[in-house]
């Protein structure tokens, strides 16, 4: 019986290893934690910058509205939000204004490489899968003292790259956060 037991034993180690006695294939590790899942926001800590705050309320589509500073964080803005989504061109401040109200984040970027950009994208579309889904991504060419800013209803982050743990962590901090208006409206 016992050398029955080391025979099977021999023979399912020849086969885990193949027959030539080579080492068995790797086994795949646990697969790397989604950037939303690495960083956190602890208690009382202050992410961004708070801003002034200004009225939430509609325009007709088509008025401009003059915004104290860019890109905006708040105030006056149309009725119909843009499309949660990443874009590879500007999208008016009218429309934007809308989504932060819901509670979204808005991202825009300008002076980035091509490798940063897409790093960047990269970022931004892992975020759903952490049911982080309200982000607009666009490119804003006006951009200065900074080469990402991140907004929420209220509050900014200026960066001059895509700092993943910084964008995470502002994301997280101001996601359908206590300061917009309307937080969890689609």
Known sequence: MHRRVSLLLASLTLVAC???????AAVAGPTEEPPALRYGVRPGEVVGRKTDQYEARHVADGVRVPYPSLPPTSGPHWAVPVQW????????????VHN?????????????????TLRLRDLVFSLPSSNLRKIVLMPFPGLQGARVVLTAWAWESRLQGPDEEAIVKFVK??????DAPEPGVP
């Open 100 to 116: 932060l109200e819901h509670g979204g984040i808005v991202i825009v970027h300008n002076g980035l490489t091509p490798t940063e």
């Open 85 to 96: 989504s990443t874009y590879d061109t500007f999208q008016p401040w009218e429309r934007t």
């Open 173 to 178: 901090a101001h996601y359908d956060g206590p």
């Open 18 to 24: 193949g027959a030539a006695g080579t080492a068995p």
